[in-house]
């Protein structure tokens, strides 16, 4: 008697099971591929985001003036330039294990080695925050360097530094191979220096209680979880 099944042999059954597999595998493969884009793409959003919090932060050149020359809240301040040669003056390198938000003693850092200053992308680590490559301006006692925030960690893709571009002052009395720096703008941003940004800490380490001084409006702010304890920094512009 003929069979008249119409059930799937055990044959059919394995090619089937074959061919499913590969679909899987390949969709697995595309989900993951996926999944690495939105990482790599959030860590380039994390690097713009931190690039525009120094910039409003350092514009104003109170915070990057403290951290270099104030002793009080960087305990490595302050720090000095060879400025026998123009050669000499160009391999200063001035390594800094943070950048806090305002010029107060006590402030939170911005960013810190080691540690991830964005929310957004916990893998973006800072590697290190350097002031290097000082070129005389052609005004005594007055120089440009590059202020470069290195990354590392487990990244998608390496990503290039930040380098902002400032200007350093030093004390005109100091022997030419130990100048101590008296000042630091910020010479990369957009919006002019003393144009009337100014970069605030909220001064309380518990949560936001921040507002602007009067003549002032809030443009942005930042609230920080990255810390021992959270803290609140903004910018206002004058109105």
Same mark, same amino acid.
């Given at each position: 008697? %003929?069979? #008249?099944?119409?059930?799937?042999?055990? &044959?059919?059954?394995? &090619?089937?099971?074959?061919?499913?597999?590969?679909?899987?595998?390949?969709?697995? !493969?595309?989900?993951?591929? =996926?999944?690495?884009?939105? %990482?790599?793409?959030?860590?380039?959003?994390?690097?713009?985001?931190?690039? *525009?919090?120094?910039?409003? +932060?350092?514009?104003?050149? !109170?915070?990057?003036?403290?951290?270099?020359?104030?002793?009080?809240?960087?305990?490595?301040?302050?720090? @000095?330039?060879?400025?026998?040669?123009?050669? $000499?003056?160009?391999? #200063?390198?001035?390594?800094? !294990?943070?950048?806090?938000?305002? +010029?107060?003693?006590? /402030?939170?850092?911005?960013? =810190? @080695?080691?540690?991830?200053?964005?929310?957004?992308?916990? !893998?973006?680590?800072?590697?290190?925050?350097?002031?290097?490559?000082?070129? /005389?301006?052609?005004?005594?006692?007055?120089? *440009?360097?590059?202020?470069?925030?290195?990354?590392?960690?487990?990244?998608? %893709?390496?990503? %290039?530094?930040?380098?902002? =571009?400032?200007?350093?002052?030093? *004390?005109?009395?100091?022997?030419?191979?130990?100048?101590?720096?008296?000042?630091? $703008? /910020?010479? +990369?941003?957009?919006?002019? &220096?003393?144009?009337?940004?100014?970069?605030?800490?909220?001064?309380?380490? #518990?949560?936001?209680?921040?507002?602007?001084?009067?003549?002032? $409006?809030?443009?942005?702010?930042?609230?920080?979880?990255?810390?021992?304890?959270?803290?609140?920094?903004?910018?206002?512009?004058?109105?």
């Amino acid at each position: 008697m %003929r069979n #008249t099944s119409s059930g799937m042999s055990l &044959v059919e059954l394995l &090619v089937s099971l074959g061919i499913l597999s590969i679909i899987m595998i390949g969709m697995s !493969s595309y989900m993951v591929a =996926q999944q690495r884009e939105a %990482r790599s793409l959030t860590e380039v959003l994390a690097k713009i985001d931190i690039e *525009k919090l120094l910039l409003t +932060s350092l514009a104003d050149g !109170s915070v990057c003036t403290a951290e270099l020359s104030n002793n009080a809240l960087n305990a490595s301040a302050p720090y @000095t330039i060879d400025t026998t040669s123009a050669t $000499t003056a160009a391999a #200063t390198v001035i390594n800094l !294990s943070g950048l806090h938000a305002s +010029s107060a003693v006590g /402030s939170p850092f911005i960013i =810190q @080695t080691g540690s991830a200053p964005s929310p957004m992308a916990e !893998s973006l680590k800072v590697n290190s925050i350097t002031l290097t490559n000082f070129i /005389s301006t052609g005004i005594a006692d007055q120089y *440009k360097a590059d202020l470069i925030i290195a990354f590392n960690g487990a990244l998608i %893709r390496q990503l %290039r530094p930040i380098i902002l =571009q400032s200007i350093i002052t030093t *004390k005109s009395t100091d022997p030419i191979n130990a100048k101590k720096i008296t000042g630091c $703008t /910020s010479g +990369s941003s957009d919006v002019p &220096v003393g144009y009337g940004i100014m970069p605030k800490w909220d001064g309380n380490w #518990t949560g936001n209680n921040f507002t602007c001084p009067t003549g002032y $409006t809030l443009t942005f702010q930042h609230y920080d979880c990255h810390c021992s304890n959270n803290a609140t920094w903004a910018v206002c512009i004058k109105n």
